[in-house]
């Protein structure tokens, strides 16, 4: 009796077609069907069956078993916390002793005591009048002291008669009434907010023609140009490109300036210290021949943004500026431990010896040799061939070069 299964898969076996059986089937291999293809049609057999879904249950029952560990502990811990009873046995004595307080003084003032008298100026046996208090006397001053008050300004300061005080008070009474910092002089009221509301006074001027803009060149147009030497801001020198577009003129109808003008600039400075942008003056351009016109330019470079200056690659020199530093504090170091070691192996003959003057020395030198590299400037270079802009400072005219004629 055959299974169901066995069945089925033995059927399945039969379908297989001769072709597919591998060609191990010469009578040469000395073997018949050691090899044929793999049905991709056939099950699993019963036994891996069964070992799958006895794995998945054993997964599922050590899952459970953990769940169940982990919520009985959970469980236990929270009934142990119910049933734990709490000491109710334990009071505190929140009753605080009574305040005692000291028993006072208790005297009573007769009801027919009264206050002394007040102390009365008597005249003394000469006849004269009876001196002044300090009180008596600062209330006269301020009383009889005479105050004019100016009436077109708001807060000017009390002004005593002419001559020289001879009372101090007096006087600090009179420069009272000025404000700190015044010096004395009046000002009248809201001249700061008078003058901050003024409006700035610019004088008229006068339009002009900008000339034919067919042979006009404006201010702020940008020319490009190319570097036909590289740049080193090391030294200061003289700059040249070359023109790489037609200069074209304000209408856009003339070209005034061919591709190929040649411009000549200056390099007045080095780099300055924590700047990355080299200046340069360009003075003049020379157009190609025949024309031969020279254009005064004294514009600036620029780069393809606008900035004013050139970019390139900068050297901080940090090699030169800290090398020789490290390379004395090695030495001072070197010095140092061998001065030690033999004051170790001379402390047994009683013998020192020192070398103060030597590290002091040393350490001037060192600071000498810091202040001169820190002088060293960065160093920007630029390839030749690079692309730069020049920005037009001033109005060009070149009606006097030029001449117009039109044909119809």
């Known amino acids: 009796?055959?299974?169901?299964?066995?069945?089925?898969?033995?059927?399945?076996?039969?379908?297989?077609?001769?072709?597919?059986?591998?060609?191990?089937?010469?009578?040469?291999?000395?073997?018949?069907?050691?090899?044929?293809?793999?049905?991709?049609?056939?099950?699993?057999?019963?036994?891996?069956?069964?070992?799958?879904?006895?794995?998945?249950?054993?997964?599922?029952?050590?899952?459970?078993?953990?769940?169940?560990?982990?919520?009985?502990?959970?469980?236990?811990?929270?009934?142990?916390r119910e049933d734990r009873t709490i000491d109710h046995s334990q009071t505190a004595d929140t009753k605080l002793p009574p305040l005692k307080l000291e028993q006072f003084d208790q005297r009573q003032t007769q009801a027919d005591q009264k206050p002394p008298p007040p102390a009365i100026n008597q005249a003394p046996s000469n006849g004269q009048?009876?001196?002044?208090?300090?009180?008596?006397?600062?209330?006269?001053?301020?009383?009889?002291?005479?105050?004019?008050?100016?009436?077109?300004?708001?807060?000017?300061?009390?002004?005593t008669q002419?001559?020289?005080?001879?009372?101090?008070?007096?006087?600090?009474?009179?420069?009272?009434?000025?404000?700190?910092?015044?010096?004395?002089?009046?000002?009248?009221?809201?001249?700061?907010?008078?003058?901050?509301?003024?409006?700035a006074q610019m004088d008229p001027v006068e339009a002009y023609s900008g000339g034919d803009p067919s042979l006009m060149v404006y201010q702020g147009t940008v020319i490009p140009c190319t570097v036909r030497e590289a740049i080193d801001s090391s030294l200061v020198g003289q700059v040249e490109c070359v023109q790489t577009e037609d200069l074209w003129s304000a209408d856009h109808?003339?070209?005034?300036?061919?591709?190929?003008?040649?411009?000549?600039?200056?390099?007045?400075?080095?780099?300055?210290?924590?700047?990355?942008?080299l200046p340069i003056v360009w003075v003049r351009g020379r157009t190609p021949m025949p024309n031969n016109v020279f254009i005064p330019l004294n514009s600036a470079a620029t780069?393809?943004?606008?900035?004013?200056?050139?970019?390139?690659?900068?050297?901080n020199h940090l090699a030169e500026r800290f090398g020789p530093i490290v390379a004395l504090s090695l030495i001072d170091d070197v010095g140092d431990y061998f001065a030690n070691t033999g004051q170790s192996s001379d402390s047994s003959n009683n013998t020192s010896i020192s070398l103060g003057n030597t590290q002091q020395g040393g350490q001037d030198l060192a600071s000498e040799i810091f202040k001169e590299a820190a002088n060293i400037p960065s160093t920007l270079t630029r390839n030749q061939g690079a692309n730069i802009f020049i920005y037009v400072a001033r109005d060009i005219d070149f009606s006097k070069i030029y001449t117009l004629e039109y044909k119809e």
């Open 1 to 80: 009796m055959k299974l169901p299964w066995f069945k089925k898969r033995h059927d399945i076996d039969d379908d297989i077609d001769d072709d597919d059986i591998d060609e191990t089937n010469e009578p040469s291999s000395g073997l018949k069907k050691d090899r044929k293809i793999a049905s991709v049609n056939s099950r699993l057999s019963v036994q891996s069956r069964l070992t799958n879904y006895a794995i998945g249950i054993a997964v599922c029952v050590f899952a459970g078993y953990m769940l169940y560990n982990y919520y009985a502990n959970l469980f236990r811990e929270q009934a142990s």
């Open 129 to 159: 009048p009876p001196p002044e208090t300090p009180a008596q006397r600062l209330l006269r001053e301020r009383l009889e002291s005479p105050v004019t008050f100016a009436m077109d300004s708001a807060r000017s300061a009390p002004q």
């Open 162 to 199: 002419p001559g020289p005080s001879n009372n101090p008070s007096q006087a600090g009474y009179a420069g009272a009434g000025q404000p700190s910092g015044s010096g004395g002089s009046s000002s009248k009221p809201g001249a700061a907010l008078t003058q901050s509301l003024e409006s």
């Open 253 to 277: 109808s003339t070209i005034l300036a061919e591709a190929g003008t040649k411009y000549t600039g200056q390099q007045l400075m080095g780099l300055s210290r924590g700047n990355r942008r």
């Open 303 to 315: 780069d393809e943004l606008g900035r004013t200056g050139i970019a390139g690659d900068i050297d």
